[in-house]
């Protein structure tokens, strides 16, 4: 089943020395449960996707829909959570009650809010943190807290901006474990942006690499590895095959820029 699908899609934003053409002629099918990871130069587009799919912003030209629906409907049938490259947690407030905010807002009883946030801190294995605040946590762990936060009314999609690109590298291979497991578990359909090429590759069922501005898909790339992925399997020669295939699409895109 295709959860979201582009057809044809621009963007150009308009500017007082220019329009800015955001994103060109993106024909892309996501089919639901799938990992998808976006990578690509700065300012390709990437993120616009996102905001476009998330109703944030609003394509030009072609076609978009989320779950049969206009981004717009789909927004207003909460089809999804957003995770963005800052934790964005509020830092007067707990990790618990940040991640029932969103519960808050669109009106779900406390007892609902306390039950949903308590399993969702469960399943980023921060059961233990619902009330220390942002500051007594690491930004791993308050990462973790913002994708809960993302999780905790359930939405079968999930938007994650670069959501590991300011860790170190450590912390984010641990992450990146967690994310493949909590996807694992969740089936949720993943929409991920990346500027590392070995995460893409580690994460994704799907890697979709795209082009200078204006961004366009260079390449679609099936994931041939299996679903269960130690680290380790980053040494093996599938992993290196594909890592190598993405460098080449980002070359080529870039040359042909």
């Not at 669109?106 to 009330?131: C, I, Q």
């Not at 913002?146 to 450590?170: K, Q, T, V």
């Amino acid at each position: 089943m295709t959860t979201i699908s582009a057809q044809s899609l621009d963007l150009v934003f308009p500017a007082p020395d220019g329009p800015v053409h955001a994103l060109s002629d993106i024909t892309l099918d996501i089919a639901e449960g799938e990992f998808v990871s976006f990578i690509g130069p700065s300012g390709c587009g990437k993120t616009t996707f996102l905001r476009c799919v998330a109703a944030l912003e609003t394509p030009t030209g072609g076609t978009l829909t989320v779950n049969g629906m206009t981004p717009d409907e789909a927004r207003r049938a909460r089809a999804y959570g957003y995770v963005f490259q800052a934790a964005g947690l509020y830092p007067w407030r707990t990790i618990g009650k940040n991640v029932t905010l969103p519960l808050e807002i669109m009106g779900y009883s406390k007892a609902d809010r306390t039950a949903r946030m308590e399993e969702v801190l469960e399943l980023v294995e921060l059961g233990n943190f619902a009330n220390k605040y942002p500051w007594q946590l690491s930004g791993g762990m308050q990462q973790r807290a913002s994708i809960a936060r993302a999780l905790a009314f359930d939405a079968p999609i999930l938007l994650m901006d670069e959501p590991f690109g300011a860790l170190d590298e450590i912390v984010r291979d641990r992450l990146n474990e967690e994310l493949l497991a909590l996807w694992a578990r969740t089936t949720k359909t993943t929409l991920f942006v990346t500027h590392s090429i070995p995460e893409a590759v580690y994460l994704s069922t799907k890697i979709v690499v795209m082009s200078p501005r204006p961004g366009r898909i260079t390449d679609i790339i099936d994931s041939p590895l299996p679903k269960e992925r130690p680290l380790d399997i980053r040494d093996s020669p599938e992993f290196l095959a594909i890592a190598h295939r993405v460098r080449e699409g980002l070359r080529e895109g870039m040359e042909a820029a």
